[in-house]
């Protein structure tokens, strides 16, 4: 889709959970082929409306009616920022990533390691590598790496 179609930026609401645990799994999928299908739709559904919809401040963003980019954050955590594909490079996740950065002064997440995407998106926007792990204490069993970012 064009860049230059209007975007619409807003809180996320409990009837949401759906769309965006979509565009959570699709998003996931395209970036960490080797991790998809950990999970099934119904699960990822559950964890967005249950977990991430009770204990954090959901966002999204919207191109006409199809929600394209989500953020979930908490009190100094990112627990999950994804864009679809077709949507990277267009500003959606800095501008996501700036609404919970406006909110809170420090902030941590976690990234796999071998996301690349993500570290060097995180790196850009101020974030520093603080410690990796072998991803023994995580769902995927994936090396990851904890990031820090500071106002």
């Not at 990533?97 to 995180?122: E, I, M, P």
């Amino acid at each position: 889709m064009p860049v230059n179609e209007e975007l619409t930026y807003r809180p996320l609401a409990l009837k949401d959970m759906a769309a965006a645990s979509n565009v959570f799994r699709n998003a996931f999928d395209a970036r960490l082929p080797w991790l998809a299908g950990r999970h099934t739709s119904e699960e990822d559904l559950a964890f967005w409306s249950g977990y991430l919809f009770t204990n954090c401040v959901i966002w999204g963003v919207a191109r006409q009616d199809e929600l394209i980019g989500v953020i979930a954050f908490r009190e100094n955590w990112i627990e999950q920022l994804y864009v679809l594909p077709h949507a990277h490079g267009q500003g959606i996740g800095a501008r996501l990533l700036d609404q919970a950065k406006s909110t809170h002064c420090v902030l941590s997440l976690w990234t796999f390691q071998r996301n690349v995407g993500a570290r060097r998106f995180y790196e850009a926007h101020g974030f520093l590598a603080r410690r990796e792990t072998d991803g023994a204490d995580n769902d995927e069993r994936e090396p990851d790496m904890l990031y820090h970012w500071r106002r």
